[in-house]
């Protein structure tokens, strides 16, 4: 199975950068489908249906569907995928962890929407915006 999530305009990562950029939504999506579903997932692609890009971007596994045409870093081996999602899911339980803990930090110079500043400056509690 493929797991797809179809964005506007917004631009797509290969998941080599998702981690980086804390871009958790994708790897926890196929976690879902691999542990509430029981599905075996190959891929975990976003399709962007607007902008200049219209090639998936995500990761598809070495071997699987030759026809999907991806960027060659979203093509990885099975141990590479499951570092990957073994990686996004510590990043998303910490992040739970710091919430309840009340310590998740704000980030004003990248919450917006494209990471690029604060989305709401003139009411963000945060001394940086």
């Known amino acids: 199975m493929i797991v797809r999530d179809y964005k506007g305009r917004s631009a797509v990562d290969g998941a080599e950068r998702w981690l980086a950029k804390g871009k958790l939504?994708?790897?926890?999506?196929?976690?879902?489908?691999?542990?509430?579903?029981?599905?075996?997932?190959?891929?975990?692609l976003?399709?962007?249906i607007g902008g200049e890009e219209l090639r998936p971007r995500g990761f598809l596994l070495e071997g699987v569907d030759e026809t999907?045409?991806?960027?060659?870093p979203d093509r990885m081996s099975r141990e590479q995928v499951e570092a990957l999602l073994a990686d996004?899911?510590?990043a998303a339980l910490e992040a739970v962890r710091e919430i309840r803990a009340g310590r998740l930090e704000?980030?004003?110079?990248?919450?917006?929407?494209?990471?690029?500043?604060?989305?709401?400056?003139?009411?963000?509690?945060?001394?940086?915006?």
């Open 68 to 72: 999907v045409k991806v960027p060659g």
């Open 106 to 129: 704000p980030r004003p110079e990248t919450c917006g929407w494209k990471g690029d500043g604060c989305s709401y400056p003139s009411i963000c509690r945060c001394a940086r915006s």
């Open 46 to 48: 976003y399709q962007q």
């Open 88 to 90: 996004i899911e510590t």
């Open 25 to 44: 939504q994708m790897g926890l999506y196929v976690r879902a489908v691999q542990q509430l579903l029981g599905q075996d997932v190959v891929g975990g």
